[in-house]
């Protein structure tokens, strides 16, 4: 047991460093239910009771996984309940995941409104993170993805193409699985390359996307210890794919564990790179939604996303 990155403290430096937020609007389970399996949403909302029915203490984490001839199954108990719906040990269910996953959703759906209505730009302090989490499963402390989400409640109000590029540390594997065999979402995604890092089996640069989603899937795997010179030129380059989509909407799940003193992360890059990352995105002149992913060097997490921010800040005059 280690202690969990992924803590309160992470949203007080947010707040501090970009001061009052709006409240979220609640818009209901049916987006949730437009990209995640409905006996998922339902065990998410009951795991921790059936849990504590079964006669465990604490929180409910998973110890076995189907992770070979995965089919579906009617399974009853708990224990196995959790392997079915999860891919790691490190996202356990606690007695408040349901009600801090379907709240995080609804801030980046209530981000999502102010674009759509002005076509700017909004910025979604979610904890927990969602990149990591799939149509059925939960792992790399995500619940509910809430980029996808994002995304496909803008498809449904109308846009044509939505194109989503990940900067955060870790492969977005959750958000690729949920598109991966459609063309109206351009997944993109540059990340610690999968074979030295977490998740490992998602991410290489030879996953590209299936039958109508062939193409539209971009990866750009990275060595530890990336700088920001090999960081930046690799942006460029996602820029581009993004811009040669032609999309409606950019959505940016923003992690700042790439900085240089993330505890669990490896790559080398410093505070004031994120403006220049913030500006290099901004320069796209997309109406862009950025949904807070990851980023545990709580002392500066703050600061980091405030440098990033100002990159849109600079674009805007």
Known sequence: MVPYAEKPER????????????????????????????????FLQSAHDEWRSAGRE??????????????????????????QYAYDCGTPVTQHTWEAAYWNVQTALTALDAVMDTSRNSFALCRPPGHHS???YMGGYCYLNNVAIAAQAALKQGAQRVAILDVDYHHGNGTQDIFYDRGD????????????????????????????GSGYNVNYPLPRGTEWNTYSATLQHACEAATAFKPDLLIVPYGADTFERDPISHFKLKTNNYRDMGNAIAALSLPTLVCMEGGYAVDALGTNLASFLSGFTDQDG
């Open 11 to 42: 949203v007080e430096s947010l707040l501090n460093a970009v001061g009052s937020p709006i409240a979220a609007r609640d818009h209901g389970l049916a987006p949730l239910l437009d990209v995640h399996d409905a006996g998922y949403i339902a």
């Open 134 to 136: 799939g149509k059925d």
């Open 58 to 83: 604490g929180d409910a984490f998973p110890y076995v996984f189907p992770a070979r001839g995965r089919r579906p199954l009617d399974l009853e108990r708990i224990d196995a309940r959790l392997g």
């Open 185 to 212: 979402v351009l997944t993109i995604s540059i990340h610690a390359d999968p074979k030295t890092d977490y998740p490992f089996y998602w991410g290489h640069a030879d996953e590209t996307g299936s039958g109508p």
